[in-house]
């Protein structure tokens, strides 16, 4: 379900680095929370985000959510097909659906985030605490 | 699952957009048995419904519905009902679930008339089957003619087997029936449904479905449009509001508010953009602040972000140019006319 060369945040964002890029979106179990997403605001190219900052917002038909960006970095790309079909986030999260890639400023700075296993467990304690 | 009113609901079983579609399109079934049931019985229940409601209940026919309001002496709203006449002795109040034992209160406070008040909440499931398929879905099930109910009527007979109040009545701007019965017979009725309408593409709707249909259709939500500092007035809703029917609780004040005139009254918006204002954002004309959203979200079926909000009565008029001001920004909306969506008759 997660892919093991991501890193994943505790707010359910997920990056994806290659060499001194990295592609962010939102996890399956985030799209899964949010329901249908009808609308992406998303940061210009070239805007600086530090780890932690908001990035833009994800609108749900049930709810608005900030998304944190988990790195420190330059845009240097956005998802623009979500802008005609914001689905692809409740569709492909991992894939299609990724929201903006950065030129990061440090490398090394996702390895303090969760790999897959870590955050599967994260998860499977989350949905625990929803069905308690 | 959502905690509402003290019931684990679900918001949503395959998706808000999907089961809002089979709505519109097919049908979809609510299962809002959380709904609350008030009974007034006795010689003088029609007195006691007059006294605490603002709709004229003496027009009701046996089997008749009205939407009405459930009065505080101020005029404003305890709680919006739906009273069903079952008999000249017997009337059958539908609540929402939040208020349900504050309505039974209120109601039992002010009896002072030869009537009993039950508040029998706990003794009904109800199912809502809503959509254009929900007639022919729910005939499969009954011996009653559904074709013979009106809108706003209701009839006894059984479902599955069931004996049950089925009366056209809903909360989704569609057709549709809304079923009463012994809550030991929910899960064989709300299976036996699903099963039949599936082929059909009948599917089960939740919460979030529910909230986008009745705000599409312009429908009032109480904590929403409508609490204890709305007037009926104020919500658009002089149409259940009668004052001229005889003393009930508010009239003194809703008349001198409809002499005085309105300060502020319900409109219904459209965003000009892409983004979408929901409750409690602030409304504003040139950055001003004039209001509040009380209800905004997708529009799903009209492809369109709405709301409804209260609004200056001279900075309502249609076509009105406002702001709503979502995350600090002012973003450009349109007050447009009510209800949003009207079904195809």
């Known amino acids: 379900m997660y892919p093991a060369d991501f890193r994943y945040s505790k707010d359910h964002e997920w990056i994806k680095t290659e060499g001194d890029t990295g592609t962010i979106g939102i996890t399956d179990y985030a799209q899964n929370e949010l329901g249908d997403v009808v609308f992406v605001e998303l940061p210009k190219i070239g805007a600086q985000l530090k780890a932690g900052q908001t990035l833009g917002s994800i609108e749900s ?12 970095g330059e845009v240097v790309a956005t ?41 599967e467990t994260y998860v499977a304690e989350k949905a625990k605490e929803h069905s308690a | 699952m959502v905690n509402f009113g003290g019931w684990d609901m679900p ?12 709505v519109r399109t097919r049908a979809g079934i609510f299962d ?38 459930l009065m505080t002496p101020a005029g404003t ?33 002010h009896n002072n008339f030869d009537a ?42 059984k479902v599955d087997g069931v004996s049950a109040m089925i009366a056209r009545t809903g909360y989704t701007g569609e057709d549709g029936f809304e079923i009463y019965f012994d809550p030991e017979y929910s899960e064989q009725i709300w299976t036996n449904l699903l099963r039949a309408g599936a082929p059909e593409g009948i599917i089960p709707c939740g919460l979030g479905a529910r909230n986008t249909l009745r705000l599409e259709a312009g429908m009032c939500l109480y904590g929403h ?4 500092t709305t007037t009926p007035w104020e919500a658009g809703l002089g149409w259940i509001c009668k004052v001229d029917k005889g003393d009930f609780l508010g009239r003194e004040i809703l008349v001198k508010q409809k002499a005085e005139g309105l300060a502020r009254k319900l409109v219904g ?23 509040r959203v009380t209800s905004g979200g997708p529009a799903p079926f009209l492809k369109k972000n709405i709301g409804m909000a209260y609004v200056p009565l001279n900075q309502s008029a249609l076509d009105t140019e406002i702001e709503i001001i979502i995350r600090e920004t002012p973003v450009p909306a349109r007050i447009v006319a009510m209800p949003f969506y009207k079904r195809p008759k």
């Open chain 2, 225 to 228: 449009e409508i609490d204890e």
């Open chain 2, 32 to 69: 809002v048995s959380h709904m609350g049931e008030i009974e007034i019985l006795g010689a003088q229940s029609l007195d006691l419904v007059q006294h605490v409601t603002c709709n004229d209940a003496r027009h009701l026919a046996d089997r008749q519905i009205q939407y009405s309001g």
């Open chain 2, 77 to 109: 709203f305890v709680d919006d009902l739906l009273v069903h006449r079952i008999s000249p002795t017997h009337y059958f109040l539908c609540v929402n679930a939040s208020n349900q034992d504050g309505d039974f209160d209120h109601i039992a406070a």
């Open chain 2, 11 to 22: 918001l949503e079983y395959s998706g808000i957009l999907a089961e809002h579609e089979a």
């Open chain 2, 269 to 291: 918006f459209e965003m000009l953009d892409k983004r979408i204002g929901r409750d409690g954002y602030p409304v504003a004309i040139a950055g001003a602040e004039i209001g």
């Open chain 1, 61 to 72: 038909v049930k709810a608005v959510s900030e998304v944190f960006s988990p790195a420190t």
């Open chain 2, 116 to 157: 009993r008040v039950q508040n029998n909440g706990d003794d009904y499931s109800l199912l809502a089957i809503q959509g254009p398929k929900a007639e022919a879905l729910l005939q499969g099930f009954t011996d009653i003619a559904l074709s013979g109910i009106r809108y706003y009527h209701l009839a006894f007979g």
């Open chain 1, 79 to 119: 998802n623009e097909a979500l802008a005609n079909s914001p689905e692809k986030i409740n569709q492909e999260p991992h894939t299609s659906g990724w929201l903006i890639r950065l030129k990061l400023a440090d490398k090394n700075e996702t390895s303090a985030l969760m790999d897959s296993a870590a955050y």
